[in-house]
Nanobody, 129 residues
């Protein structure tokens, strides 16, 4: 099976930065696509950013474009989300997700939660004003 473990969440003041990490264990062949999602209390789970080594297109949610950067280190089986210029509205639980090959129409469905098979447990990010 595949396990995704997130780390790097925490509390930060507005304007600060945090970097989230997601390490994948199990079968690398089952994790071709990676994405970060977030979900605030009482709200739906929204796509933040996604990455796929077969494409140079890395989709971002409009709300984080220019502030967040997704990247991956294949040697470490780790995906990162660098979050800069944090805002209080970024406060949420952040989830890492992965999907196997030939599953996602890229980039059209890259930020659609239902496209992903594997999920981490989530990490809390809190931004104070």
């Amino acid at each position: 099976q595949v396990q995704l473990v997130e780390s790097g969440g925490g509390s930060e003041t507005a304007g600060g930065s945090l970097r989230l990490s997601c390490t994948s264990t199990g079968y690398p062949s089952l994790t071709r696509y990676f994405a970060w999602f977030r979900q605030a209390p009482g709200k739906e789970r929204d796509g933040v950013a996604a990455i796929y080594h077969g494409s140079t297109i890395t989709p971002y949610a409009d709300s984080v474009q220019g502030r967040f950067t997704i990247s991956r280190d294949n040697a470490k089986n780790t995906v990162y989300l660098q979050m800069n210029s944090l805002k209080p509205e970024d406060t949420s639980i952040y989830y890492c997700a992965a999907a196997p090959p030939r599953r996602i129409i890229w980039p059209r469905d890259a930020l659609v939660p239902d496209q992903y098979n594997f999920w981490g447990q989530g990490t809390q990010v809190t931004v104070s004003s």
